[in-house]
């Protein structure tokens, strides 16, 4: 895996978007990629690294095909997805 350095601000942003519409849902996984392959987050205080690491792996349970989410109760729709990330983003404290 190719380590990558990514900033708090384009997490943030990526994460913003995710919530503006469906299609946007799908970032979710740039999110991941970026948040998996930065051993640090610029930008980020370690509470906020913890939080996005924690969110991103929280995210692998979201599945946005709801007869695929049917294979397994630990999967998720797209509301809880939304949740998910607007909890993420209030206890980030980023303007």
């Not at 895996?1 to 990526?14: K, R």
């Not at 929280?58 to 397994?72: H, I, M």
């Not at 509301?79 to 998910?84: F, I, Q």
């Amino acid at each position: 895996m190719t380590e990558h350095q990514t900033s708090l601000q384009e997490l943030v942003e990526i994460l913003r978007k995710a919530l503006g519409s469906e299609k946007a849902l799908s970032d979710v996984g740039r999110f991941q990629m970026l948040v998996f392959q930065s051993r640090v987050l610029e930008g980020a205080t370690p509470d906020q690294e913890e939080i996005l690491r924690t969110l991103a792996h929280d995210l692998d349970y979201f599945v946005p095909n709801e007869s695929a989410r049917s294979e397994d109760s630990s999967y998720y729709g797209q509301d809880r997805a939304r949740s998910e990330i607007r909890e993420a983003l209030a206890a980030l404290e980023v303007p």
